[in-house]
């Protein structure tokens, strides 16, 4: 998967859909009120990212039935960690990548090796 970081003006991800239509998008997702249906209408995009502390399970199930990944950041203590691969969400922005790492694979464990890390 090929990405380019470019900082989009709010008309321009519906604008890129119509020209590359598996182009991925992600919406990044820092401050201010977060309306799932709002921004997969206006935005189209393809990811989310927001940061852990403004995680809630309807978020992550209004985004998944959208058809939205969900990448959080920046998740650091290993509750949290477990938190978020408990609910099976899409990506993890960790300063601590071995704790991640070793968090995913306990989890996987406990889980039967149904976590795919």
Same mark, same amino acid.
Not at 6 to 27: D, G, K, T
Not at 29 to 58: D, N, Q
Not at 74 to 88: G, K
């Given at each position: 998967?090929?990405?380019?970081?470019?900082?989009?003006?709010?008309?321009?991800? /519906?604008?890129? +859909?119509?020209? =590359?239509?598996?182009? %991925?998008?992600?919406?990044?997702? $820092?401050?201010?009120?977060?309306?799932?249906?709002?921004?997969?209408?206006?935005?189209?995009?393809?990811?989310?990212?927001?940061?852990?502390?403004?995680?809630?399970?309807?978020?992550?199930?209004?985004?998944?039935? /959208?058809?939205? +990944?969900?990448? =959080?950041?920046?998740? %650091?203590?290993?509750?949290?960690? $477990?938190?978020?691969?408990?609910?099976?969400?899409?990506?993890?922005?960790?300063?601590?990548?071995?704790?991640?790492?070793?968090?995913?694979?306990?989890?996987?464990?406990?889980?039967?090796?149904?976590?795919?890390?």
């Amino acid at each position: 998967m090929k990405w380019s970081t470019r900082v989009l003006q709010p008309s321009e991800p /519906a604008r890129i +859909r119509q020209i =590359l239509s598996n182009a %991925n998008i992600l919406a990044l997702l $820092e401050k201010g009120p977060i309306r799932p249906k709002a921004l997969v209408a206006k935005l189209h995009p393809s990811h989310v990212g927001i940061r852990f502390h403004r995680l809630t399970k309807s978020l992550a199930k209004e985004f998944h039935a /959208a058809s939205v +990944r969900m990448v =959080l950041f920046t998740v %650091n203590e290993r509750s949290e960690m $477990e938190r978020v691969v408990d609910m099976r969400l899409d990506g993890i922005i960790s300063d601590y990548p071995d704790l991640l790492n070793g968090t995913c694979r306990l989890m996987s464990t406990f889980n039967n090796g149904a976590f795919d890390y």
